[in-house]
Nanobody
Framework: QVQLVESGGGSVQAGGSLRLSCAAS????????MGWFRQAPGKEREGVAA???????IYADSVKGRFTISRDNGKNTLYLQMNSLKPEDTAMYYC????????????????WGQGTQVTVSS
């Protein structure tokens, strides 16, 4: 089992930046891919970015060019650098891990963190 704990959320004005972190513990050797997802009130959870063990990354079209996902395997930590934030980026952001698949579909992921709130004001 893998435990995930997110941090780094907060409130920022439009155009600002935030860096989210996700610390993994437990059976981290079993992790193949990790991803960031977000869910705004009244909306479905959506994939933001994912990265697999060889550092190949994929992004949702809405964040391409603004967000960067990375992972430090030595520290078992996942990051999401978010630049040029927009009010529509406001959501609860979740970290997730999967043992087998690599995609932005939330139903694929085995393990989830509790989330960290990101609020972007205009």
């Amino acid at each position: 089992q893998v435990q995930l704990v997110e941090s780094g959320g907060g409130s920022v004005q439009a155009g600002g930046s935030l860096r989210l972190s996700c610390a993994a513990s437990g059976y981290t050797y079993s992790i193949y891919s990790m991803g960031w997802f977000r869910q705004a009130p009244g909306k479905e959870r959506e994939g933001v970015a994912a990265i697999k063990s060889d550092s190949t990354a994929i992004y949702a079209d809405s964040v391409k060019g603004r967000f960067t996902i990375s992972r430090d395997n030595g520290k078992n930590t996942l990051y999401l650098q978010m630049n040029s934030l927009k009010p529509e980026d406001t959501a609860m952001y979740y970290c997730a891990a999967d043992r087998w698949r690599f995609n932005l579909y939330s139903g694929s992921y085995d393990s989830w963190g509790q989330g960290t709130q990101v609020t972007v004001s205009s």
